[in-house]
Structures are given as C-alpha cells and as structure tokens.
C-alpha cells in the first residue's frame, strides 16, 4: 500500500519533501502537476543547486544539495525515461543525492530543450542555477533561455556564455543583467572588432569576471567585482597603472581581491609594479612575489610568473 503523501495537510507534505533526498525529490516532481508545484513551494532557498549545460546536439541537466562534490559521488547504469514525448537518459548517484538527466542525438534539440529547461529550472527555481552554453551552441536560442531565466528571477549563480562569435547586443546584455555580487560571469566567446560596451554608474560588481578574449576589457569598469580573470589578448596594462590599482586594494577603493592577468607585453622588472605596497622584500625563489596586508588586515600575496600577474589571499 502506498503512502498518501498528497492527502497530508500541506505543512506536512513540506516537511516529507524536505527529508526526502535528492533523488527522491527529484523523481517526486515528475509524478503530476501537482507534485511538481509541490516540490517547487517546499524546497528551501538555495538549499540545492542545479546545472544546466547546453549543447549544439544535447542537453545536461544536474541536481544536487549545495555544496556536494559529484566527483566523488558513485553513478549508477543509465535509466531511460520518457519526458516531454523524448527519451532522457537519467542517472543517479548510489548516495542518491546527485541526479542528472541528458538528452542527445534529437532532430530537434532545440525544442526539446527548451521544455527540459522550462520545466527543471520551474520546478527547482528555489535552487543556485548554473548555466552553460557551450560553443556550438546557436546565440539566439542561448539568448532567449536566459531572458527566460531573467523574466522569472532565478537565482542565478554561474553563467558560462561560449557560444561562437556573439554579437555585441547579446555581451551588452549580458554585462547588464547578470551584474550582481554574488554571480560569476565567464564570457568565452570572441567579440567583434572594436567591441564598445557601456558600464553601469559605478561599473560591475560580479562575484567572478572571466573572460576568455580580453581586448575589450576596461578593467577600470570590474574594480568593484571580488575576482576578475583576464586570460588573452588583454590590452595594455603598463606597470604604473598596475601598481595603482595594487595601491588602491590596498586603501579599499576597489573589491578585487584575487585576480589573474595574463599581461600581453611581459613586464620587464616587477619592482615598479609593487613600489610602495610594503616594506617586505621582494622574494626571487623561481617567482617574483611580494605580501602586503590591505586596511582591513586581510594579507594578500601579488606575484609575477610567465608574464601573468596574479593576487591571491596570501593564506591559502
């Protein structure tokens, strides 16, 4: 005899769902209408997190509690279901706490993945979303999933834009709309020639910035976001304006606290980069580095190696 889960009294039922582990959850939203809006009210915020990956031929989606490390997790033989009229390939973890559901090799990915996402991201809106677009992925479809996102206010914690020479609209609105403290942005896709975008009053403010084709970075305009990773073709960052910006980390003008910047022209000598930071010497062991402590006392660690400059807590 089956247990009459939906017969409860709501805060019952809340209370059941939130002890079930994810697997459970998971398979519990696929019963019925109902059972997903159930699902939906009772999952706590950001109490799990799902990722959605998207693919020229497929799409990847994954649940999990917040936090969890699936490499460790022991994945099950793929099960077949049939969702939204398609084959999904399901499987889940022995834990039964990681979940992930892939759709490939369709005539028609395109339209089949949007149901899959309409309705995932619906039913655990609750949750940090991660979202990828890999690099075959079609801009406009790209684009329009996550307006979708946008226009239902989902949390949204990663966002890795790869698809294959975006247009400027779609950065612009990207920068825009994904601003926010606690978002991570890695743009992988190379712009246009001469790309222009214009900053909000008082530029970014990301968790992470990472940008993969870097001419078009001000960096100016990412002071205010916590890591910032500029990886090619970055423009010109002379040593006076480097140590500027190091001086005013350390006064908390800005909120960068870690950064990579993989420097197009390697600079000659670092001293000039760091002249003024701390009375500390300079180290030579293989790596040209220096400590220096920031007004609030967090001690970070700048350094120069193969021409990248790199700013790291100094205690990890």
């Known amino acids: 005899?089956?247990?009459?889960?939906?017969?409860?009294?709501?805060?019952?039922?809340?209370?059941?769902?939130?002890s079930m582990d994810t697997r459970s959850i998971f398979e519990f939203s696929l019963v019925?209408?109902?059972?997903?809006?159930?699902?939906?009210?009772?999952?706590?915020?950001?109490?799990?997190?799902?990722?959605?990956?998207?693919?020229?031929?497929?799409?990847?989606?994954?649940?999990?509690?917040?936090?969890?490390?699936?490499?460790?997790?022991?994945?099950?033989?793929?099960?077949?279901?049939?969702?939204?009229?398609?084959?999904?390939?399901?499987?889940?973890?022995?834990?039964?706490?990681?979940?992930?559901?892939?759709?490939?090799?369709?005539?028609?990915v395109e339209e089949f993945?949007?149901?899959?996402?309409?309705?995932f991201s619906k039913t655990f809106k609750n949750s940090k979303l991660s979202i990828t677009f890999q690099y075959q992925t079609r801009e406009?479809?790209?684009?329009?999933?996550?307006?979708?996102a946008w226009e239902?206010?989902?949390?949204?914690e990663r966002?890795?834009?790869?698809?294959?020479?975006?247009?400027?609209?779609?950065?612009?609105?990207?920068?825009?709309?994904?601003?926010?403290?606690?978002?991570?942005?890695h743009i992988g896709t190379e712009l246009p020639e001469g790309f222009k975008y214009t900053p909000p009053p008082g530029g970014y403010k990301f968790e992470s910035l990472v940008v993969q084709y870097a001419r078009w970075v001000n960096l100016d305009d990412f002071l205010q976001c916590r890591k910032v990773y500029l990886l090619n073709f970055l423009p010109d960052l002379t040593p006076k304006y480097?140590?500027?910006?190091?001086?005013?980390?350390?006064?908390?003008?800005c909120g960068l606290e870690h950064f990579a910047l993989n420097l197009w022209k390697k600079p000659s000598d670092f001293a000039p980069i760091v002249s003024g930071l701390s009375e500390s010497e300079i180290q030579q062991n293989g790596l040209q580095e220096l400590?220096?402590?920031?007004?609030?006392?967090?001690?970070?660690?700048?350094?120069?190696?193969?021409?990248?400059?790199?700013?790291?807590?100094?205690?990890?």
């Not at 406009?140 to 979708?148: L, S, Y």
Request: charged share 25%; hydrophobic share 40%; net charge positive.
């Open 159 to 185: 966002i890795e834009f790869d698809s294959r020479n975006s247009s400027s609209e779609s950065i612009q609105e990207l920068l825009n709309r994904c601003n926010g403290e606690h978002t991570s942005l």
């Open 113 to 119: 993945t949007r149901k899959l996402f309409y309705r």
């Open 140 to 148: 406009e479809f790209a684009m329009e999933m996550m307006r979708f």
């Open 32 to 108: 019925s209408k109902k059972s997903q809006n159930l699902v939906m009210l009772s999952i706590p915020a950001s109490s799990l997190s799902t990722y959605f990956t998207f693919r020229k031929n497929g799409f990847l989606f994954e649940l999990m509690p917040k936090g969890f490390m699936k490499q460790t997790a022991f994945i099950l033989p793929v099960t077949r279901r049939g969702t939204e009229d398609r084959p999904v390939f399901t499987r889940f973890s022995t834990c039964g706490l990681y979940v992930q559901c892939e759709l490939a090799g369709t005539s028609e």
């Open 1 to 18: 005899m089956s247990f009459p889960l939906r017969r409860l009294p709501y805060l019952a039922i809340n209370e059941v769902i939130q």
């Open 291 to 316: 400590q220096f402590e920031r007004k609030d006392g967090l001690k970070l660690l700048v350094r120069l190696s193969c021409g990248c400059l790199i700013l790291e807590d100094a205690c990890l």
């Open 152 to 156: 239902n206010g989902f949390p949204l």
């Open 242 to 253: 480097l140590n500027g910006l190091l001086k005013k980390i350390v006064n908390m003008e």
